[in-house]
C-alpha cells in the first residue's frame, strides 16, 4: 500500500471506492454529476479551496481509502472527505488518516477540525467519537436524492 497526494486521474477510484461505501447504506447514493461533482477533478477542486486529498493505492494500483482536509476560517479546518474501503476498516488505517490530516492541520495553524456525517454512518460516528470529536446539537439537510441529514463534529487540536 502507498499514501500518496490525490490526482485528477483519481476520479474512477474516488467514484468506485466512495460510491461502493454508499451502496452499503439503503438509500445512499453517489452523486458525481451533483453533489459529489468535486470528485470530477479532485486535486484541482482540493487546490481550489486550499485543501488536500490523499489516498492510498493497493499493490494492485486499486484505490483503497482517501482523505483530505481545508481550512474553513481563521484556525479552523474540516475534515472534507475520509473513506476506507471495507478490507481496511478496522485495520488501524483510518485513525492513521484521520492523524496523518490532522497534524497537517495543525502544522498550518489549525486549533479545531469540524466534519460533516451522514446520519446513517453510525460506525463512523463511534470512530470520530473515540478520537474526540463531540457531536454538535445541529444538522444540515443536503436536499439531495439520498434524502441527507448530516451531524456536525467538532474537535480541539
Not at 453510525?122 to 467519537?129: D, K, N
Request: some cysteine; hydrophobic content about 35%.
Amino acid at each position: 500500500m502507498q499514501l500518496r497526494s490525490v490526482k485528477d486521474d483519481d476520479r474512477d477510484g474516488l467514484i468506485s471506492l466512495i460510491g461502493g461505501i454508499f451502496s452499503e447504506y439503503e438509500g445512499v447514493h453517489l452523486e458525481p454529476d451533483d453533489l459529489d461533482a468535486d470528485l470530477q477533478a479532485y486535486a484541482s477542486y482540493m487546490d481550489s479551496i486550499d485543501g488536500e486529498g490523499f489516498v492510498v493505492d493497493g499493490d494492485d494500483g486499486t484505490l483503497l481509502a482517501c482523505v483530505s482536509y481545508a481550512p474553513l476560517d481563521g484556525m479552523r479546518f474540516q475534515l472534507k472527505r475520509i473513506y476506507l474501503s471495507k478490507d481496511l476498516r478496522g485495520s488501524g488505517m483510518g485513525l492513521k488518516l484521520l492523524h496523518f490530516v490532522e497534524d497537517k492541520a495543525r502544522a498550518r495553524g489549525a486549533s479545531e477540525m469540524e466534519l460533516w456525517s451522514d446520519t446513517r454512518f453510525t460506525r463512523a460516528h463511534r470512530f470520530y467519537e473515540r478520537e474526540g470529536y463531540v457531536k454538535q446539537g445541529y444538522t444540515r439537510d443536503l436536499n439531495d436524492s439520498s434524502n441527507t441529514t448530516e451531524y456536525c463534529f467538532i474537535k480541539q487540536l
